[in-house]
């Protein structure tokens, strides 16, 4: 039973994951724990004030997340993590898509999450990296009813800024998660059979996703 | 004489050569169809998958008809301040055996916090209907038998999907006894008594994961995968023990606690850079999990 409890939160928050971040134009990429806390801060502001996005408008969620939070996310690279080592066998063209899809699919699952966002706080842990770190993990927790849940981020430096390009909820890195279901997916049908089931899935949740 | 013996040394020779390259051979031809079959490290975990997608099959034939249902009839049913009281009770029981599961895994401090939030929660939240402990700031921090043999360097070992229990491991089967010893049932010795509240446990756990599941549905591609590898991820990694000292952000005041908020992160940040100067390893801080193995 543990571990259904465990999915329960991990969507129930995933959501603040990656954030469906309102006003993140003005956080600051400049240092890793810095982006981290204020998208988390907005995060929760955003969807405690917003009656639309607790009520899973999807269409809004998408757009915000868009707008805000995906100039912080090298979403490339946490696709190619998941595509594992078929993504150099894929063309550009279904890279594309399977980026645009995976998207759509994590993106669809924060939507679902935010619905369950309630009194939850945000704790943040020492950051244990060097000045000259190119590659970081940030920690931080939820904290509500129950256990305190675990939110982690892997970020990258590109030039000036910190992307994020990975993101662990309870001890589950996203990007690993999907791995064998990619690789099994692909080695049945190709890349484009997973193309098409992720198309499908995303297709499919998009109509009963409107009434909630 | 020596004509026999160079004669063995060269046919041993060319055998050994040969054996190497069949060797060889199958050993590549092993691996293509691990790769092809199995994609990667995640999966060789599984050895009986084919058995446990049976299993797992079921489960959900069973989750479908009965389960599921009976959950989602008590979940419109029960009022929810009714709900939250019962599932605070079996939260309860919980934390008495991650307290004593902390102890066993050397986290004192932690035990100790988890101890706290039984004895008050028992007595001020009236036998732990009342969650008293979370307001006053003792946070909840659950662990098993599992998880402390975990602890104690097993491996999470082979993925076991066992038939109504769900899925497992190795690892957690051996201690699924022991955490049966702990669980709500126990605390009564009536037969009914001891059915009656390990069924509402089950239904009440099952209620919380309601809507959950309905997303799953929609996320999983495949959904024993999805299953498989969130539960062998997430009972195999470690989190840093949790005992960091945890600042909590307070939301309210927008931009402004965010640029009030940046002077100390600098300088959490520089703390540590500071104390241990070395190092420039491109690496994540934290290996990517300290628990894959």
Not at chain 1, 154 to 163: M, S, T
Not at chain 2, 202 to 230: H, P, S
Request: aromatic share 6%; proline share 4%; net charge neutral.
């Amino acid at each position: 039973m543990t571990l259904l409890t465990s999915l329960r939160r991990l969507l129930a928050v995933a959501t603040l994951g990656l954030g469906l971040v309102h006003a993140a134009h003005a956080a600051d990429a400049s240092a890793p724990d810095l982006l981290i806390r204020q998208l988390s801060l907005e995060t929760i502001e955003a969807v405690k004030a917003d009656k639309d996005i607790q009520s899973g408008n999807i269409s809004k969620i998408i757009a915000l997340v868009d707008a805000k939070v995906m100039p912080h996310i090298n979403f490339t690279r946490m696709t190619s993590s998941a595509v594992g080592r078929f993504w150099r066998q894929a063309t550009p063209d279904q890279q594309a898509k399977l980026q645009a899809e995976f998207k759509t699919l994590l993106v669809r699952t924060y939507a679902g999450a935010l619905t369950q966002v309630k009194d939850q706080t945000i704790g943040m842990k020492p950051l244990r990296a060097q000045p000259t770190d190119t590659e970081v993990v940030v920690r931080t927790e939820i904290r509500g009813k129950g256990d305190a849940i675990q939110l982690d981020y892997r970020l990258e430096k590109a030039g000036a800024e910190w992307k994020i390009y990975d993101v662990n909820v309870l001890g589950i890195w996203l990007a690993d998660q999907y791995r064998n279901s990619f690789a099994q997916e692909i080695g049945a049908n190709g890349i484009d059979g997973l193309i098409k089931s992720l198309a499908d899935k995303n297709a499919k949740a998009a109509a009963p996703a409107a009434k909630g | 004489m020596s004509h026999v013996i160079r004669w063995l040394a060269t046919l041993s020779l060319a055998l050994g050569l040969a054996g190497c390259q069949t060797v060889q051979g199958v050993g590549t031809r092993i691996d293509r169809a691990l790769d092809k079959v199995m994609g990667s490290k995640g999966q060789r975990l599984d050895p009986w998958e084919s058995w446990n997608r049976k299993v797992f099959a079921f489960n959900d034939k069973v989750d479908e008809n009965v389960l599921k249902p009976i959950a989602t009839a008590y979940s419109e049913i029960v009022p929810s301040p009714v709900r939250t009281g019962i599932d605070n009770f079996f939260g309860n029981i919980g934390d008495a055996w991650s307290a004593v599961n902390l102890m066993l895994q050397g986290r004192f401090k932690a035990g100790v916090e988890q101890g706290m939030r039984f004895a008050v929660n028992s007595t001020l939240g009236l036998a732990g209907v009342l969650d008293i402990a979370t307001e006053a700031g003792l946070e909840k921090n659950s662990q098993d038998f599992g998880k402390t043999l975990g602890k104690w360097g097993m491996g999470t070992g082979a993925y076991i999907v066992w038939p109504l229990f769900g899925p497992s491991s190795v690892r957690d089967s051996l201690a699924l006894p022991v955490d049966w010893q702990a669980s709500p049932g126990v605390l009564f010795d009536d037969g009914r008594k001891k059915v009656g509240i390990t069924a509402l446990s089950l239904v009440n756990t099952r209620a919380n994961f309601l809507r959950a599941g309905e997303m799953l549905e929609g996320i999983a591609l495949d959904k024993y995968t999805f299953y498989r590898d969130a539960y062998l991820q997430r009972r195999g990694s470690f989190d840093d023990e949790g005992d960091d000292e945890v600042e909590v952000l307070v939301p309210g005041n927008g931009a402004a606690a965010g640029q009030a908020a940046a002077a100390p992160a600098s300088a959490a940040s520089a703390t540590p850079a500071s104390a241990a100067p070395v190092a420039t390893v491109k690496k994540p801080a934290e290996p990517a999990s300290a628990a894959t193995r």
